[in-house]
């Protein structure tokens, strides 16, 4: 394998709070490829979008606590000063936000907005960045770019605004973009145009992408590689089709369970995982997710699990205590359509007959 | 109506009776209409336009049946919702409950008819008062409408309303704070059983909770509805939700209805173009199959509904527009396959075949 563009190895960020410390992100590692998109899926909480604001250096602050490394362009971008970082940010690395409006100053014509984006890292003159910002409009599949340059954001719809923010992360052609639930805010038609876009120019620009969402069907579109997260830890990665085929975590099961798939028959229940997230001050001891498993195990709640390859395959690593044979036998029953209680059943009923 | 207003929630026996009439209409909408008007001027407000959240709606309710109502942003699905509730006043049109009309009555006989109707909103943050306990807004219902008189009686109502929608009834003296998000979904759901309704319009009751949350609510809603047989409206933008819990499905595009039919109906094989659109834009969690799927990309955005485009409205981004879409509005009327639509150039099975992942055609 190439040299990876991104690599971040043992990350953890820690908030300081009146309540306690809060473990937003507590040991998390992964590469990101040239060219490549990895999708990071969670659910709120799980510390996928702090982990992304740290590599963009946006999450250093008096009450923050960050160690590990962020490895890119041969530096590690937590110990580069803060004016390294600026060069770097918007520049190198950019990323596209939620939403729209609010990452827009309403008050900046929208040529202002991407003007200054250019002249912030290149030296060049006004009439070349405009010049530079109407083209970068047109690849966004902006119509009429020369007129709507001097626009102002509220004259955007919002699936014309996520344009130009697309636009404005461009712009000095990055070397990885960062997409924190780019279309979470946008109807179905319109998220439809946005990730056909992304997909299109990440083909033409050869840049990386760390896709940020909790779309399981969204990451199925854009998605190389994806990352599972759960109470700030990744507790499984894997290339897509092996995570939608034969996916190793009680909680990707979990979260695989619990959406209505569109292509589903409108009688197959849904399984919802029980509970709800943890509290990220009192994480719960051992594997996190043992108090929402229902394949948990008295020795589960004492020991934590690592991030392992399954099957020697070091392209597929899950952190669970399960044996791999468990977990394969309980992922058959579940692909059958089995409840958890019966697949866990299953096992036990196989084990005690051993 | 009125002598409801005095007799005890409703019975077992009532429920029973509201199964036994399956298929019959409990809401008859005609010609529904709601302009929001636009003004200009400080001192002498002139009226300049309107918008036409919706513009003539027809629909029948069937009691026991969970209608689902879908559409992008700005479609009126929300406001129809409204409508239905009288949480609104229509411009015109009619919508008759139970036989009797509804879109013109007072306030005094409004109060009758919410003990019917009720609804869930889409945000459990903001739809419940935050200084009030959580008993206390379940309870409220019953204070409005003078039931459950007495303390002890009123509790265990709420208490009982709790266990039913999965919360613990010890909790009834804690604040919305201490609730999740998915709990407060929870609150908002037994606030409106309280009352036994006959209908509830729920809008977008998942949206705002996490993916394993919105199963579990889900799961509630489908449950409770079975149980009690509730009639439900439910509005969403989420097509897969929908199809998890509707048996009817309307699609609306600039505050009129494009296309009905029954859930096998309209997933198995749209009509219109532009519920082909809506189903084809769905991310598929599902690398196979979305890979066998041509995706229809709709061009640019929904219309302003200021000023709704002349004919078929939706013709500004249909790929199949002809001339005649610019200048004829299109009939509602049964298309093939029994669902009901309007468009000039109905979607054929191999179209539909090529583009929606949930295709059931030959």
């Not at chain 1, 004016?83 to 520049?91: A, K, L, P």
């Not at chain 2, 003296?173 to 609730?179: D, G, I, S, T, V």
Request: charged content about 25%.
């Amino acid at each position: 394998m190439t040299e990876p563009v991104l690599s971040v190895r043992d990350l953890k960020v820690h908030f300081k709070t009146d309540d306690g410390l809060v473990k937003a992100v507590d040991g998390v590692s992964y590469d990101v490829g040239a060219g490549r998109t990895l999708g990071i899926v969670g659910e709120s909480g799980s510390g996928k979008s702090v982990s992304s604001l740290t590599v963009m250096g946006l999450t250093r602050s008096r009450n923050s606590e960050i160690s590990g490394e962020v490895i890119f362009g041969g530096h590690d971008l937590l110990t580069v000063s803060k004016d390294e970082m600026r060069d770097i940010r918007g520049n190198e690395i950019a990323m596209i936000f939620q939403d729209p409006l609010s990452s827009l100053h309403p008050f900046y014509r929208i040529g202002d907005q991407l003007v200054e984006a250019v002249r912030a890292h290149n030296k060049v003159s006004k009439a070349a960045a405009l010049d530079k910002s109407v083209e970068l409009l047109r690849l966004v599949g902006i119509p009429e770019p020369k007129d709507r340059v001097g626009g102002y954001p509220h004259e955007f719809s919002g699936g014309m605004r996520q344009r130009v923010m697309i636009a404005m992360a461009l712009i000095n052609e990055p070397k990885l973009l960062i997409a924190d639930e780019p279309t979470t805010a946008l109807d179905v038609t319109v998220q439809a145009q946005i990730l056909e876009l992304m997909l299109r120019l990440k083909g033409e620009l050869d840049t990386s992408i760390v896709f940020i969402t909790h779309d399981l069907g969204v990451v199925a579109e854009m998605a190389d590689d994806i990352a599972v997260m759960y109470a700030g830890r990744i507790v499984e990665f894997g290339a897509k089709e092996t995570i939608f085929e034969s996916p190793q975590h009680p909680y990707t099961w979990g979260l695989l369970g619990s959406i209505a798939k569109f292509d589903s028959p409108r009688d197959e229940p849904l399984v919802p995982i029980l509970g709800r997230p943890p509290s990220l001050i009192n994480l719960p001891s051992g594997c996190s997710f043992h108090p929402r498993c229902p394949y948990v195990r008295e020795a589960h709640k004492t020991v934590e699990p690592a991030l392992e390859p399954v099957n020697g395959d070091a392209g597929h690593r899950v952190a669970c205590l399960l044996d791999s044979g468990v977990r394969e036998r309980i992922w058959e029953d579940l692909r059958e359509g089995k409840r958890p209680e019966e697949a866990r059943a299953d096992v036990m009923a196989e084990e005690g007959a051993l | 109506m009125s002598d409801r207003m005095t007799d005890a929630p409703a019975t077992d026996a009532s429920r029973e009776r509201a199964h036994a009439s399956d298929g019959e209409t409990l809401f008859e909408v005609r010609d529904l209409v709601k302009h929001f008007p636009l003004t200009s001027g400080i001192l002498f407000r002139r009226q300049i336009g309107a918008v036409h959240a919706v513009d003539g709606v027809s629909l029948d309710i069937k009691r026991g049946e969970t209608l689902g109502l879908v559409g992008e942003s700005g479609c009126g699905k929300s406001t129809t919702g409204r409508l239905l509730l009288r949480l609104l006043d229509p411009t015109s049109g009619s919508i008759k409950f139970e036989g009797q009309e509804i879109s013109q009555i007072k306030p005094k006989e409004l109060i009758a008819f919410r003990r019917d109707a009720q609804m869930i909103f889409q945000d459990p943050y903001s739809s419940l008062n935050p200084r009030k306990t959580v008993g206390s807004i379940i309870g409220e219902p019953f204070v409005i409408h003078k039931l459950m008189t007495g303390d002890g009686e009123r509790r265990r109502a709420v208490q009982d309303l709790m266990d039913t929608v999965g919360l613990n009834p010890e909790h009834f003296n804690r604040y919305p704070h201490e609730f999740s998000g998915g709990q407060r979904q929870r609150i908002g759901v037994a606030r409106a059983l309280a009352l036994k309704p006959k209908l509830i319009v729920a809008d977008e009751p998942v949206s705002a909770l996490d993916v394993s949350i919105q199963a579990q609510v889900l799961n509630l809603l489908r449950d409770l509805q079975r149980d009690l047989g509730l009639t439900l409206v439910f509005i969403a933008h989420d097509l897969s939700v929908v199809r998890h819990m509707c048996d009817r499905v309307a699609v609306m595009y600039l505050g009129k209805i494009v296309e009905l039919g029954t859930n096998e109906q309209l997933y198995g094989h749209p009509r219109m173009p532009y519920t082909g659109a809506l189903m084809s834009a769905v991310p598929i969690a599902d690398p196979k199959l979305a890979a066998t799927k041509k995706r229809q990309i709709l061009a640019g955005d929904v219309p302003s509904p200021t000023n709704p485009p002349s004919g078929c409205r939706f013709h500004t981004r249909c790929w199949k527009a002809q001339d005649i879409c610019k200048q004829q509005e299109p009939e509602f009327e049964a298309k093939e396959g029994g669902n009901l639509a309007a468009c000039h150039f109905p979607l054929t099975d191999a179209e539909v075949a090529e583009r929606v992942p949930t295709a059931r055609v030959n």
